[in-house]
């Protein structure tokens, strides 16, 4: 049997929720802290000195002043969007016909999506994310490519077929039948292999009739061990094309909840500009909310009422929107949620964004009690960070009175040359990626 290991360094855990416990009281950090890892799991969080003796026999990995966190977790990304990622000068409807769409068009090519696929795990996890919730295209190609190349690397990720049947261009349009069909086959194939899960995935209530939705609740009410991610009230010209298109529904959400598209295992992308009811229906069951900042600004959005919805008990994680967001960096994504609550009159705490990139994002996946923290049982996926990683970083956080002005200046100025290395469950990035170092640099 290998032995365990032992990776030394500052850490940070999370005892609780930041939002409705102080800071103090949620979050744990060590100066001089340790993570024991046996197999692909943590087995002991601490501090470095106890259990280096109480380990003697742990092959010990020290970064020093490296901070060793849980790995970011990214509730909602589109990896088909890889290469597209920073198309300029549209909003949401223009910005899918003019760019999305006729990118996810290629994906009907098993070798250029897993090329893609390649690619964007490269860089994600070159940004320190250790999952990701993604959504595919219309192509079952897609979906093979992600979770083939997933599966290789051993990370956990959460995938599903995109479904479309009306308003998008003919070569991306599925039937409500082989929506079904697909969605089922993949999801037989996919879901609980290995890490691996899947989620039901109509793209957006204007992209799919009320037949494809109805024949996709009816998916979801077969498997409800399943997550199911879709798009909700991102931009207003979408909820007035919605209110159009759906002449019954109450309201946006009411498009999905009257076709059994509303439950606890319901992921629900952007969540800006809700209704009283649509909050009340989505508190009341538990669905997530996935908070997309940089999309948000990025493709003009609007504002996500963090501090209200949080307030109100909603289930709220974060999220890139890769490539309607502007970045693979989940760094990059907290400085932006921090921006956008700014605008709202909140400042959020540095521990607050953490938890939300971290533990936030895996409780909206339903995967809390596998990933997102520091803790002993959770899977080893980990990330460890310089916290002076460029000279405008280092000048601030030599500056710093403690962790929290520390990590600030990394969320807000940091990227990917913040991340010295991650580790997918239990062992060090890169595995079978083909590239040959250990690190990420
Ligand atoms: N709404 C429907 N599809 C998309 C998409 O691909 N990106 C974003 N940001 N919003 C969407
Ligand atoms: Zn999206």
């Known amino acids: 049997m290998k032995p365990p290991r032992l990776l030394l360094g500052q850490t940070l855990a999370f005892e609780g929720d930041p939002f409705h416990q102080p800071v103090e009281e949620a979050a744990r950090w060590r100066r001089r ?78 070798d250029f999506a897993a090329r893609t696929a390649r690619s964007y795990f490269d860089l994600v996890t070159a940004n320190g994310t250790t999952t990701v919730a993604s959504f595919c295209t219309i192509h079952p190609e897609s979906v093979e490519a992600f979770f083939t190349e997933a599966q290789t690397r051993g990370m956990r990720v959460v995938a599903g077929k995109t479904c479309m049947d009306r308003n998008a261009p003919e070569e991306l349009l599925d039937t409500a039948q082989s929506a079904y069909d697909d969605s089922k086959r993949l999801l037989e194939k996919w879901h609980g292999k290995g890490r691996l899960g899947y989620a039901i ?49 109450r309201d946006y959400l009411d498009t999905y909840e009257a076709f059994g598209l509303l439950g606890e295992n319901a992921m629900f992308g952007h969540a800006i500009h809700l209704k009283a009811r649509e909050r009340d229906r989505l ?73 939300l990139a971290t533990r936030g994002a895996a409780r909206a996946m339903r995967l809390e009690d596998r990933i997102g923290n520091l803790a002993a049982g959770q899977d080893a996926d980990i990330v460890v960070l310089d916290l002076a990683s460029t000279p405008a970083i280092a000048q601030r956080a030599a500056r710093a009175a403690g962790i929290w002005e520390a990590l600030f200046a990394t969320i807000m100025m940091g990227d990917d040359r913040a991340v010295r290395t991650v580790w997918i469950a239990g062992r060090e990035y890169p595995q079978g990626s083909g590239r040959a170092s250990s690190s990420t640099q």
Request: hydrophobic share 40%; charged share 15%; net charge negative.
């Open 33 to 110: 802290g340790g993570v024991l890892i046996e197999g692909d799991r943590i087995t002991a969080v601490g501090e470095a000195d106890e259990l280096r003796a109480a380990h003697p026999r742990a092959q010990v990995q020290d970064y020093g002043d490296g901070l060793i966190s849980a790995g970011f977790v990214d509730a909602h990304a589109h990896y088909p969007q890889t290469a597209i990622i920073a198309s300029w000068g549209k909003q949401l409807i223009d910005w899918l016909n003019t760019y999305t769409f006729p990118e996810e068009m290629r994906f009907g090519d098993a």
């Open 201 to 249: 995935t109509p793209r957006f209530s204007p992209t799919s009739t009320p037949d494809q939705l109805a024949a996709l609740g009816a998916l979801w009410a077969e498997h409800p061990e399943c997550l199911m991610q879709t798009h909700l009230s991102e931009q207003l010209p979408e909820i007035d094309w919605v209110a159009g298109l759906f002449p019954q529904a």
């Open 283 to 355: 508190r009341e069951t538990g669905a997530a909310l996935v908070h997309c900042p940089t999309s948000n600004t990025f493709i003009g959005s609007g504002l996500f009422d963090m501090a209200g919805l949080m307030a109100e008990g909603q289930r709220i994680g974060l999220a890139t929107d890769t490539g309607g967001g502007s970045s693979f960096s989940m760094l990059r994504t907290m400085a932006a949620a921090y921006e956008v609550a700014q605008l709202r009159g909140t400042a959020l705490h540095p521990a607050q964004l953490w938890w």
